[in-house]
T-cell receptor, first 115, second 111 residues
Framework: EPEVTQTPSHQVTQMGQEVILRCVPISNHLYFYWYRQILGQKVEFLVS????????KSEIFDDQFSVERPDGSNFTLKIRSTKLEDSAMYFC?????????????FGSGTRLTVV | ELKVEQNPLFLSMQEGKNYTIYCNYSTTSDRLYWYRQDPGKSLESLFV?????AVKQEGRLMASLDTKARLSTLHITAAVHDLSATYFCAVAPSGTYKYIFGTGTRLKVLA
C-alpha cells in the first residue's frame, strides 16, 4: 500500500537553529499538508500546498516556517529559528486531486525536540 | 473560526460494551473524517462522511453525520481491547482543505 514517508523520525536541535523536515508524499497525490501535534494534545493544521504554492495556512504558520517542493518527490518544512515551543510531532500528509472523497494519508511523523 | 469539540475526552469501557463518541463542529462543512491514533504512531484514516445522514461501518465501528446538527458520532459495538486508541474527528470548512481536528477521545477497553 502506498505510504507517505517522513525523515528523520526524530530530530534534536538547539534552540535558534534551523531544521528541515522531509516528506515524500504518495506519488499520484497533488495536495500536501503539514500538521503538528504537541505531546498528548490535538493535531493542528499548519499549511496545505498545491500546484507549487501554499493554498492555506494557519496562524501557527508564521514567518519562521516555510515549505518547499524542491523536486518532483520531496516536500519539506523548514523552521528557521527553532524555539522550545516548536517541540512536537510533525506529520506530513498528502491527498488526491481536490474532491470530497479525498482523505489524507499521514506519514509516520518526525518528532522534533528543541533543547 | 471553526471549532471542533469531541466528548468524552477519556473513555474507559469494558470489553463487550457499547459506547458512542460525539463530535460537534461550529460551522458549515461538507466533509468530516474520523481518524485513529495509537500511542506514538501516526493517524490512520477510518471514515470520511460527505453528506447529511451518511453512515459508514467498518467492523465494530460505525460513524454517522448530521450536518444540520453539525454532529457526528462514532459508535463502538461490543468493544474489544484492540480498539484501545485515541480517536479524532476532523472537519474541513466548506471550500477549503484546512482540516481542523477535534480534541481527541482516548479510549481504553478493559479486558
Amino acid at each position: 500500500e502506498p505510504e507517505v514517508t517522513q525523515t528523520p523520525s526524530h530530530q534534536v536541535t538547539q534552540m535558534g537553529q534551523e531544521v528541515i523536515l522531509r516528506c515524500v508524499p504518495i506519488s499520484n497525490h497533488l495536495y500536501f499538508y503539514w500538521y503538528r501535534q504537541i505531546l498528548g494534545q490535538k493535531v493542528e493544521f499548519l499549511v496545505s500546498f498545491y500546484n507549487n504554492e501554499i493554498s492555506e495556512k494557519s496562524e501557527i504558520f508564521d514567518d519562521q516556517f516555510s515549505v518547499e517542493r524542491p523536486d518532483g518527490s520531496n516536500f519539506t518544512l523548514k523552521i528557521r529559528s527553532t524555539k522550545l515551543e516548536d517541540s512536537a510531532m510533525y506529520f506530513c500528509a498528502s491527498s488526491e486531486a481536490p474532491g470530497q472523497g479525498a482523505t489524507g494519508t499521514f506519514g509516520s511523523g518526525t518528532r522534533l525536540t528543541v533543547v | 473560526e471553526l471549532k471542533v469539540e469531541q466528548n468524552p475526552l477519556f473513555l474507559s469501557m469494558q470489553e463487550g460494551k457499547n459506547y458512542t463518541i460525539y463530535c460537534n463542529y461550529s460551522t458549515t462543512s461538507d466533509r468530516l473524517y474520523w481518524y485513529r491514533q495509537d500511542p506514538g504512531k501516526s493517524l490512520e484514516s477510518l471514515f470520511v462522511l460527505l453528506s447529511n445522514g451518511a453512515v459508514k461501518q467498518e467492523g465494530r465501528l460505525m460513524a454517522s453525520l448530521d450536518t444540520k446538527a453539525r454532529l457526528s458520532t462514532l459508535h463502538i459495538t461490543a468493544a474489544v481491547h484492540d480498539l484501545s486508541a485515541t480517536y479524532f474527528c476532523a472537519v474541513a470548512p466548506s471550500g477549503t482543505y484546512k482540516y481542523i481536528f477535534g480534541t481527541g477521545t482516548r479510549l481504553k477497553v478493559l479486558a
